[in-house]
Structure formats: C-alpha cells, structure tokens
C-alpha cells in the first residue's frame, strides 16, 4: 500500500501482519508522513485474524503464543505491515479471538498425534475465553468420556430448560440448541430435536412436553463443527448443498476442513436475535479441491427463524457455482 493509497482508507479496516507474531484487523487512524521517509500508520486494534505460530515443546513446557495486540490498542506501524483488508469486520474482538483459536485448533486436528499437547494448550487458551465452546473441544479431543454419547438431564432455571451434563458439569440451553438429542420415552431412546421452550420433536413428527429430570443423550460426533453445521440448516438447504456437491463429485465425507462461524453465533445468540457472517468449508477428493464460502443470516423468532444461506463452490481449476436458500417467511424477493 502506499502512502496514496493509505490517506484513502484512513478511518476504514486494514491488515497488520506480524508474520509469525500473528495476523491482525485494524482500523487505520491516521497516516504519518514525514519528508524523504517511508509513511507510517497510526492503527487502532480491533480484531486478530490469526494466531502467532505456536511452538512445538514438551508438553509439560508448552505455553500458548497468545496474541501480541489487545482491543482498541493504538499503535505505530511501519508501511511495509501494513496490507489493504479484504475481511468485513463483523465480529468483536472477542469473537475474532474465539475464531482464530477454534480455526488453530482444527489445523492441529489432523496431526493429532504430533500436535496433541498444542490442542490441549489451545483448548485451555480457550476455555479462558469462552468455556462453553471450549467444553466441546474438550470433549472432542480429550476423551474424558470414551463412550459415544453425553448424557444429560432437563432443569428449568432462570426462566429456560437448561440440559445438564452432571459429570462434566457443563450446560446448553435448550432453545435454539442446534444438536439432534436421543430422548428416553418408557425405557427407549427417541430421535428428535428441541423446538421452543420444553418441546420435543422426534423424527417422526411426534411431540412431547418435556419435565424436570428427563433424561437425554448426545452423539459425540455432532460435536464436529462440520456436523454441528449440517444438521443446522434446514432441509431444502441441505438438499440443494449435497446436490451441488454430488454436481462437483464430492460428498460429506470429504470434507477436510471447516471453519463454524455459525456455530459460534448460535452459542452467542442469547442476547442477539440477528446475526451475519461466513463459513469456510474444504472438500477434496483425488481430482480437485473445493472452498465453499457459506454467508448466512439468521433472525432469531419466537415462532419461525428467518434464514437465509448462499453458498459459493469454487475449485482449483476456476469451475465456480452460487446456490441460495431462503424460508417463506423471511421476507426476501
């Protein structure tokens, strides 16, 4: 960028890039120039889009590289790092960090064997930050239960029925919860999901009010961002994603990476009714690889959600496709 180009986006988002101290998201406050020397940039912090590397020790000696910039920190940099943003800032700096630690942690999962001790090191980095989303990374990778469900009980607390895992201790709100439950109905187990308040839907349409106490069971695997993301869209969106896949022969299992935003806003979404963002989804087979850029909205209703979801195919041979989703009652032509 030069100094042109830099008094143009004063006020607006840049890139400060740190290189192996982390990639970061400013808002470029002022331009100093001073005659015969290279401009500098006053630069206000609001969010980190990557980590600074993490070094691979013992793990009785692994300590996490935590960013290097904290909120709204007003700091001098040199033009050379600074780079025009292309990220619309949509996120806090809270859930900028929670991001690039979830999207550090995903990167270790497929060497977990070498990267074992930096997951756990992230996962407790990020346990200071959100606990909640920390819990299910634990849960993922720790093993702490070997067995293939969580199980829960139904409490209603300060005004919602709360699910409660008594081992772990933890809790999810069962409003809104984007995960498929196993209920326990006369001694056997019945598929379905929480819709508002205490009912319970199981697959087959049929619903229940759910009591204090009842008991419940979750699928460890619907931990997997990926998972947590498919069984989070409605099923026209479902449909028309896999038949765009099967157009690009690819299918679920050849995903190999994603990156949940969603996810992220949903277990946010106490106080927020509406939200935006985008999801990052790799598949890959023996012939090409394949980014799906997921943007959605969600408005968060009593009784129906407003939704809408477009998903951008692009391959690394240039082939691109958009398809688009949105229920009846969102209100979009």
Same mark, same amino acid.
């Given at each position: @960028? ?7 986006? $004063? +006020?607006?988002? &840049? ?8 990639? #970061? &998201? +400013? ?8 005659? !015969? ?6 630069? !206000? @912090? ?9 070094v ?8 996490i590289?935590?960013?290097? #910039?904290?909120e ?19 996120e806090? #700096?809270?859930?900028?960090? $929670? ?21 756990? +090191? ?17 849960d ?21 029925? @709360?699910?409660?895992?008594? $081992? ?7 409003? +809104? ?56 869209l ?38 927020? !009714?509406?939200?935006q963002?985008?999801?990052? &989804? ?39 496709? &958009? ?11």
């Amino acid at each position: @960028m030069d100094r042109k180009q830099a008094q143009s986006h $004063i +006020g607006k988002h &840049i890139i400060i890039d740190e290189l192996a101290n982390g990639v #970061y &998201i +400013g808002e470029l406050l002022d331009v100093l120039a001073e005659p !015969k020397k290279p401009w500098r940039g006053l630069v !206000k @912090m609001k969010g980190v889009l990557s980590l600074p590397e993490q070094v691979t020790e013992a793990a009785e000696s692994f300590l996490i590289n935590k960013p290097i #910039y904290h909120e709204d920190q007003i700091e001098e940099f040199p033009s050379t790092k600074i780079k025009v943003s292309t990220v619309e800032v949509v996120e806090t #700096y809270q859930e900028s960090l $929670i991001t690039a630690v979830t999207s550090a942690i995903e990167r270790c999962k497929f060497s977990i064997e070498q990267n074992g001790h930096t997951i756990s +090191g992230l996962v407790e980095y990020l346990h200071e930050i959100n606990p909640t989303i920390a819990q299910l990374y634990k849960d993922n990778f720790e093993g702490k239960d070997d067995g293939a469900y969580v199980y829960y009980t139904v409490q209603f607390e300060h005004g919602q029925w @709360m699910l409660f895992d008594q $081992i772990q201790g933890q809790s999810l709100a069962a409003n +809104g919860c984007p995960f498929s439950f196993d209920f326990l109905v006369e001694g056997k187990w019945k598929k379905g999901r929480f819709l508002n308040g205490n009912t319970f839907q199981t697959v087959d349409g049929v619903k229940y009010a759910v009591a204090s106490s009842d008991k419940f069971r979750l699928e460890r695997s619907q931990f997997d961002p990926y998972q947590i993301l498919i069984n989070e869209l409605e099923k026209p969106a479902l449909e028309a994603l896999e038949r765009n896949l099967h157009f690009f022969d690819v299918t679920h299992d050849h995903v190999t990476h994603c990156h949940n935003s969603l996810l992220l806003n949903l277990l946010h979404s106490n106080n927020v !009714k509406k939200f935006q963002g985008v999801n990052f &989804i790799t598949y890959q087979n023996q012939h090409h690889t394949i980014i799906v850029q997921h943007h959605f909205e969600r408005s968060l209703k009593e009784s129906k959600d407003d939704v809408f979801d477009r998903f951008e195919f692009t391959t690394d041979k240039g082939k691109r496709s &958009i398809i688009t989703y949105t229920n009846q009652y969102s209100g979009r032509n």
